[in-house]
């Protein structure tokens, strides 16, 4: 293996992120382009200056991420995290051009895309659904809206729960998007892509010094695209302008402002009937409901400031302050059932949701490195500050002023029938909430020796939530407080092999996934729990290409049984688990060929009953035995790359009912790459390249969404 990279891994890996010259750091040669597409040697991948040290601790080289701080708060190796890690770096998608970041994670092993009503970014992790487990560089983000790439360095998948370092949920695991930053070089980027359905984006990346201790980047988005679905459309557009401030040899701070909008037309898919999809490879495009009433928009203020200080006893302070803002609504009209027998009737329902809420968060952390004896010490603690208030309001759709629904023809399933929005008074819900949160934490990381590691922790949550219905003015409220354990062991016999295993939990409050209102029997209710029992295996076969296998049992109980005995109460006896195992590949596996993805096998099931039609024994929704993603980048010439990704899943069932299935499907994806120039690149992706008819995912058993057909793209990436 070339020595040059060996070293320069090394040497990343030492560094990490803290800067204690940040002058110098600094100085270091760029990262390597992602705008390159020629055959890369290995000695050029080290005197072009990658692996590259980026945000958050990020040590990058291609596809492959060796270091990260996300899953301990400290700058730690991959190899050396006793958990199942998968990084999307930003040469990955720019090299794959998918427009959602669920879409684009779909190369992750083990990650399943759930429709979130067609409003919104919604996860299936180890079996379980989320829509509120996204984070931003270790700061919650979970607002439901679907969230771009353009101001993005890389998207961290971590799997299992760890509530150590991120607090309440997270039961499958959570998805870290760790934002770009102005770090000294000197950026000039524009990227401008189109295609099918009338896609169009353009967005810029702009950074330089303004001195030798001040640092500015702007990074900037606009799209105007349709979808391949019929009435799809959609408008967002985005800035987000940062900057570094060097303050003194040991310190620095970064400010970061983003205000991002995104309105389109929200597409609730397709319904049932026999179960299974209705006719759905003649209903890639079809709507069911009424073109004129749905809509949904975000608009977003987000500010955040991160401090970085070298005390003079050693000890390191990462502080970070983050305020969001969001204003959130949408409207819905969508298949209400299954089509009838006969294939001459299906109803159509609807909603409106205003979701607007406001985040105030505070991290700090504090490391210190010592030794007792000959044992190395990596200490961790710290505490989280939080609060979060909002407003959740629903109104159903009535048709004609009247009716809850209307009937159409599945043939022929627009409606046009006038549509209002009511506050039934009774299932909708209209209330604001508080959430008051504080959090402490301790970690430490322990090398026995160069062959065996330990890291264990313990975490301690207040979560005091409130909601105020505003229509009785009646405050439901309720105190949780939890504590968190995690424990994990790392052995090495090789400095590049590593083996291990670790024990993790988390919790999710009675108020669910989604902050919002308080019942009675939601009072009452004590909180989720989850537990993860993991062993695994990391393997650097060279400097720059990894492979990982993990294999785990998944516990999540206390789920809530409606209490037939009591309406609106419940019974804490529902219980799944997931068991499962994953392979991981990425990097450079020659020095032409990358590759990014894996297989995995999950077996996530019912082990008491959470309704009455989700018993013990039913597979969990969506979630497939068997799936393989695997994306592969061949340098062909220096100047000719071919992307060639393949995407396959075995069965599924809309939701845990089971009543549904869902077909199994394969999918091709294609990328050509052409270096015009140094500065120049032009790139076509094709997307489902056999032009497959599938069913993508789901909501429930009638709000199936079809895969997109055959899609072209094209871009055109230049540096200057």
């Given at each position: 293996?070339?020595?040059?990279?060996?070293?320069r891994?090394?040497?990343?890996?030492?560094?990490?992120?803290?800067l204690t010259?940040?002058?110098?750091?600094?100085?270091?040669?760029?990262?390597?382009p992602v705008?390159?597409?020629?055959?890369?040697?290995?000695?050029?991948?080290?005197?072009?200056?990658?692996?590259?040290?980026?945000?958050?601790?990020?040590?990058?080289?291609?596809?492959?991420?060796?270091?990260?701080?996300?899953?301990?708060?400290?700058?730690?190796?991959?190899?050396?995290?006793?958990?199942?890690?998968?990084?999307?770096?930003?040469?990955?998608?720019?090299?794959?051009?998918?427009?959602?970041?669920?879409?684009?994670?779909?190369?992750?092993?083990?990650?399943?895309?759930?429709?979130?009503?067609?409003?919104?970014?919604?996860?299936?992790?180890?079996?379980?659904?989320?829509?509120?487990?996204?984070?931003?560089?270790?700061?919650?983000?979970?607002?439901?809206?679907y969230?771009?790439l353009?101001?993005?360095?890389?998207?961290?998948v971590?799997?299992?729960?760890d509530?150590?370092?991120?607090?309440?949920?997270?039961?499958?695991?959570?998805i870290?998007?760790?934002?770009?930053?102005?770090?000294?070089l000197?950026?000039?980027?524009?990227?401008?892509?189109?295609?099918?359905?009338?896609?169009?984006?353009?967005?810029f990346?702009?950074?330089?010094?303004?001195?030798?201790?001040a640092?500015?980047?702007l990074n900037?988005?606009?799209?105007?695209?349709?979808?391949y679905?019929?009435?799809?459309?959609?408008?967002?557009?985005?800035?987000?302008?940062?900057?570094?401030?060097?303050?003194?040899?040991?310190?620095?701070?970064?400010?970061s402002?983003?205000?991002?909008?995104d309105?389109?037309?929200?597409?609730?898919?397709?319904?049932?009937?026999?179960?299974?999809?209705?006719?759905?490879r003649?209903?890639?495009?079809t709507?069911?409901?009424?073109?004129?009433v749905?809509?949904?928009?975000?608009?977003?203020?987000?500010?955040?400031a991160?401090?970085?200080?070298?005390?003079?006893?050693?000890?390191?302070?990462?502080?970070?302050?983050?305020?969001?803002?969001?204003?959130?609504?949408?409207?819905?009209t969508?298949?209400?059932?299954?089509?009838?027998?006969?294939?001459?009737?299906?109803?159509?329902?609807?909603?409106?949701n205003?979701?607007d809420?406001?985040n105030?968060?505070n991290?700090?952390?504090?490391?210190?490195?010592?030794?007792?004896?000959d044992?190395?010490h990596?200490?961790?603690?710290g505490?989280?500050?939080?609060?979060?208030?909002?407003?959740?309001?629903?109104?159903?759709?009535?048709?004609?002023?009247?009716?809850?629904?209307?009937?159409?023809?599945?043939?022929?399933?627009?409606?046009?029938?006038?549509?209002?929005?009511?506050?039934?008074?009774?299932?909708?819900?209209?209330?604001?909430?508080?959430?008051?949160?504080?959090?402490?934490?301790?970690?430490?990381?322990?090398?026995?020796?160069?062959?065996?590691?330990?890291?264990?922790?313990?975490?301690?949550?207040?979560?005091d939530?409130?909601?105020?219905?505003?229509?009785?003015?009646?405050t439901?409220?309720?105190?949780?407080?939890?504590?968190?354990?995690?424990?994990?062991?790392?052995?090495?016999?090789?400095?590049?092999?590593?083996?291990?295993?670790?024990?993790?939990?988390?919790y999710?409050?009675?108020?669910?996934?989604?902050?919002?209102?308080?019942?009675p029997?939601?009072?009452i209710a004590?909180?989720?729990?989850?537990q993860?029992?993991?062993?695994?295996?990391?393997?650097?076969?060279?400097?720059?290409f990894?492979?990982?296998?993990?294999?785990?049992?998944?516990?999540?109980?206390?789920?809530?049984l409606?209490d037939?005995?009591?309406?609106?109460?419940?019974?804490l006896?529902?219980?799944?688990?997931?068991?499962?195992?994953?392979?991981?590949?990425?990097?450079?596996?020659?020095?032409?060929?990358?590759?990014?993805?894996?297989?995995?096998?999950?077996?996530?099931?019912?082990?008491?009953?959470?309704?009455?039609v989700?018993?013990?024994?039913?597979?969990?929704?969506?979630?497939?035995?068997?799936?393989?993603?695997l994306?592969?980048?061949?340098?062909?010439?220096?100047e000719?790359?071919?992307?060639?990704?393949?995407i396959?899943?075995t069965?599924?069932?809309a939701?845990?009912?089971?009543?549904?299935?869902?077909?199994?499907?394969?999918?091709?994806?294609?990328?050509?790459f052409?270096?015009?120039?140094?500065?120049?690149?032009a790139?076509?992706n094709?997307?489902?390249?056999?032009?497959?008819?599938?069913?993508?995912?789901?909501d429930?058993?009638?709000?199936?969404t079809?895969?997109?057909?055959?899609?072209?793209?094209?871009q055109?990436?230049?540096?200057?």
């Open positions: 293996m070339n020595q040059a990279i060996e070293t891994l090394a040497g990343c890996l030492l560094a990490g992120t803290f010259a940040p002058s110098q750091v600094h100085a270091q040669p760029a990262p390597i705008v390159s597409a020629q055959a890369v040697t290995l000695d050029q991948l080290a005197v072009e200056g990658s692996p590259a040290t980026g945000p958050q601790g990020g040590v990058t080289v291609g596809y492959l991420t060796k270091q990260t701080r996300s899953a301990t708060k400290t700058n730690t190796p991959l190899l050396d995290t006793p958990q199942s890690v998968t990084v999307v770096t930003r040469e990955q998608f720019t090299d794959q051009n998918f427009q959602n970041l669920t879409d684009q994670l779909r190369y992750v092993p083990g990650f399943i895309p759930a429709q979130g009503e067609g409003n919104r970014d919604q996860a299936i992790i180890r079996g379980q659904s989320t829509s509120a487990d996204f984070f931003v560089n270790g700061v919650r983000d979970d607002v439901q809206y969230r771009d353009y101001n993005v360095d890389r998207v961290e971590l799997k299992g729960p509530s150590l370092i991120f607090g309440r949920g997270g039961g499958g695991g959570v870290n998007r760790v934002l770009k930053e102005a770090d000294g000197r950026v000039r980027e524009v990227t401008a892509g189109g295609g099918q359905f009338g896609d169009k984006r353009l967005t990346d702009v950074g330089d010094r303004i001195s030798d201790s640092f500015f980047r900037g988005l606009f799209e105007d695209s349709g979808t679905r019929q009435f799809g459309e959609l408008t967002r557009y985005g800035f987000n302008p940062t900057m570094t401030f060097l303050l003194g040899p040991q310190t620095t701070l970064k400010l402002y983003e205000y991002f909008h309105d389109r037309f929200p597409d609730r898919g397709i319904p049932s009937q026999f179960g299974r999809a209705y006719n759905y003649n209903n890639i495009r709507f069911f409901g009424s073109p004129d749905n809509f949904t928009k975000v608009d977003a203020n987000i500010a955040t991160i401090l970085d200080h070298r005390f003079d006893s050693g000890v390191e302070l990462h502080s970070q302050f983050r305020f969001a803002d969001y204003d959130r609504f949408y409207r819905n969508l298949p209400g059932s299954a089509v009838n027998a006969a294939g001459t009737a299906v109803t159509i329902t609807g909603y409106r205003e979701t809420r406001t105030y968060f991290q700090n952390d504090f490391t210190y490195k010592f030794l007792t004896g044992i190395k990596t200490l961790l603690g505490f989280e500050l939080g609060y979060q208030e909002g407003l959740v309001f629903r109104e159903s759709a009535f048709f004609n002023g009247v009716a809850s629904s209307v009937v159409v023809n599945p043939l022929a399933p627009l409606t046009r029938v006038p549509v209002v929005f009511r506050n039934n008074g009774t299932t909708d819900a209209s209330a604001r909430y508080d959430l008051g949160l504080a959090a402490v934490y301790l970690q430490d990381q322990i090398d026995l020796n160069p062959y065996v590691q330990i890291v264990g922790g313990l975490r301690y949550d207040h979560f939530f409130a909601s105020t219905d505003r229509r009785t003015l009646v439901n409220a309720r105190v949780d407080d939890l504590v968190s354990p995690r424990a994990g062991l790392v052995i090495k016999p090789l400095q590049n092999l590593a083996f291990y295993g670790s024990y993790s939990v988390s999710l409050p009675s108020s669910g996934d989604q902050i919002g209102t308080l019942t029997g939601l009072i004590q909180p989720e729990r989850f993860n029992l993991e062993v695994g295996a990391k393997y650097d076969v060279t400097p720059t990894q492979l990982t296998a993990a294999g785990y049992t998944l516990d999540r109980t206390n789920q809530r409606p037939p005995n009591r309406a609106g109460f419940f019974i006896s529902g219980k799944t688990n997931a068991q499962g195992f994953e392979l991981g590949a990425n990097g450079y596996l020659t020095e032409w060929w990358q590759i990014a993805g894996g297989y995995a096998y999950t077996d996530a099931r019912i082990e008491s009953a959470t309704s009455a989700i018993v013990a024994g039913n597979k969990v929704g969506l979630v497939p035995f068997n799936s393989v993603s994306w592969n980048k061949f340098a062909v010439t220096p000719f790359s071919i992307g060639i990704g393949y396959y899943q069965h599924t069932f939701s845990s009912d089971d009543t549904v299935r869902l077909p199994g499907y394969n999918r091709f994806d294609l990328g050509l052409y270096q015009i120039n140094e500065s120049t690149r790139q076509v094709i997307e489902n390249v056999l032009d497959r008819r599938y069913i993508y995912t789901s429930n058993n009638n709000n199936l079809p895969g997109a057909p055959r899609t072209v793209r094209a055109v990436i230049v540096r200057f």
